[in-house]
Nanobody
Framework: EAQLVESGGGLVQPGGSLRLSCAAAGFTLSSEDMSWIRQAPGKGLEWVSTSVSGRAITRYADSVKGRFTMSRESAKNTVYLQMNSLKPEDTAVYYC???????????WGQGTQVIVAS
């Protein structure tokens, strides 16, 4: 059974940085498309980024492009989301998912809360 566990969320001031981690178990992360999706309070799910397996391609939502960087560490079977220049509108629960918009998201982590506020 695949499992994803996120960590690294918290409270940060506007302009600050956080790095989210997502540790995978039950499958080899390097063989799969992996994505981050977020949900702001009172809003629907918003796709943030996707790392395409086997290719050096990572796609980002326009709202985070240039500020967020998604990466993988195969040795730790972990993906990361480095978030810089954070804005209050980045406040959300961030979910790590196995999959992509074209293949579907079949496993989700429990989510980690990010709050950007002064």
């Amino acid at each position: 059974e695949a499992q994803l566990v996120e960590s690294g969320g918290g409270l940060v001031q506007p302009g600050g940085s956080l790095r989210l981690s997502c540790a995978a178990a039950g499958f080899t992360l390097s063989s799969e498309d992996m994505s981050w999706i977020r949900q702001a309070p009172g809003k629907g799910l918003e796709w943030v980024s996707t790392s395409v397996s086997g290719r050096a391609i990572t796609r980002y939502a326009d709202s985070v492009k240039g500020r967020f960087t998604m990466s993988r560490e195969s040795a730790k079977n972990t993906v990361y989301l480095q978030m810089n220049s954070l804005k209050p509108e980045d406040t959300a629960v961030y979910y790590c998912t196995k999959g992509s918009s074209w293949s579907g998201y079949d496993y989700w982590g429990q989510g980690t809360q990010v709050i950007v506020a002064s």
